[in-house]
């Protein structure tokens, strides 16, 4: 909590919020307090739902092609008057699209409402579902190529939707694509092999999965910095 809003809070006597409004400052509602072990309980359900998205939102992009052009297609020949070019027709449809993706999303993840705990469990949640759909259809290459692809294309729609450039959000969503791809096989190629002993591999593998994460992290908010954001 800032400065502002602990002073303005403690402004109990009508002559001191008279005061504060003389200078242009409203007094805020209370700040709901969240929770360390809010929303934790049904987060990685949550986030297995978010996972799905991403995965189902990455799939579906060659066959949103095909369907709005047969879409446009059909409003073209039965419109009566002028239609929109399929440029903007097809920018109208993927923003309607986006819009429920990100929607969707926000609601699972329930951020106002979830502590410290349950967004851990929404982060595992959507890994491990999108690791185990891409894992069933190809072993390690599948899980990593999955996550990788779903990690990107959800960043670079998330980063031009802030107004970031095309160029800049390609960079931004590649560097993501990469580090979830990799922090996927880290885990699933050394696991638990004894080498280490238990506790010894699940440092290396969750250790060096997080590192990656956190590097990858740098490295994006560095890529906006550079282009001005």
């Avoid at 809070?9 to 409203?26: I, N, P, R, W, Y």
């Amino acid at each position: 909590m800032s400065i502002w809003d602990t002073e303005l809070d403690d402004a109990t006597t009508s002559s001191e919020k008279d005061s504060f409004q003389q200078k242009g400052l409203v007094q805020p509602a209370k700040r709901k307090e969240i929770g360390l072990f809010d929303g934790a309980i049904d987060s990685p359900i949550r986030g297995a739902g978010v996972g799905f998205i991403k995965v189902a939102d990455t799939l579906a992009k060659p066959i949103d092609i095909a369907g709005d052009a047969a879409s446009y297609a059909i409003d073209y020949l039965t419109s009566d008057g002028e239609i929109s070019s399929f440029k903007d027709y097809r920018a109208s449809a993927v923003k309607a699209r986006d819009d429920l993706v990100f929607e969707t999303i926000d609601a699972l993840e329930d951020r106002q409402n979830t502590g410290m705990v349950g967004n851990v469990g929404v982060a595992l949640g959507d890994y491990i579902w999108r690791g185990f759909a891409g894992g069933s259809l190809g072993g390690i290459a599948g899980a990593a190529t999955l996550t990788g692809a779903s990690t990107g294309t959800y960043q670079y729609n998330k980063q031009t939707r802030d107004g970031v450039d095309d160029y800049t959000a390609l960079q931004v969503a590649g560097v993501n694509a990469l580090g979830d791809a990799a922090a996927t096989v880290l885990p699933l190629s050394y696991g638990f092999k004894g080498a280490g002993g238990i506790f010894g591999d699940a440092a290396l593998s969750v250790g060096g999965s997080t590192g990656l994460l956190a590097g990858m992290q740098f490295t994006s908010e560095e890529v906006l910095k550079d282009a001005g954001y």
